[in-house]
């Protein structure tokens, strides 16, 4: 319902119980049972309740520090923390606050379920994931180096060097 609990949670208690956390709002805390201030707040609890979907157990936060581009302009409004490998989301702006080419948060919810069906995650395991738009940025996926980087193969009694 958007109002204070009784109590101090901390989120790293939160996550195991499954809850999803609102981070980074800018308004202090109200007294226990009222409604939480602050647009940056409303809009992290709006997204969490569509979040309610098979996605809910893959996300541990909603950061909403950079609202409406507080703190940088060209960064998400909203970032999303994965709970595994603390890979992060760029979601972008708030439910309902999209710009014209960002895709709706309905299509993003879409883009996250495939993933988790073709990768078992939401953010395809990588570092970070950004579905502003259409098509997302992937960076590669993470793995394990198989083998060393700039590695030569060398000929017995070729030690020295070549000019």
Known sequence: EGCRLPGIYNPREAEPAGLITVVGAT???PEVGQQWPGLDVQAGLKLVKMLQTNLHG???AVDVSNYQGRADPLAPDIKLQARRLGSEIFWGHAPDEEYQMELT???KIKLLEDNLRR???IDGNRP??????TPPYQPLPREEPTSKAGAVARQPGDEGTRA
């Open 105 to 107: 948060a309905w299509d």
């Open 128 to 133: 970070y994931l950004d579905i502003r738009t």
């Open 58 to 60: 893959q996300i541990a």
């Open 119 to 121: 990768y078992g995650r």
């Open 27 to 29: 308004a202090g805390a």
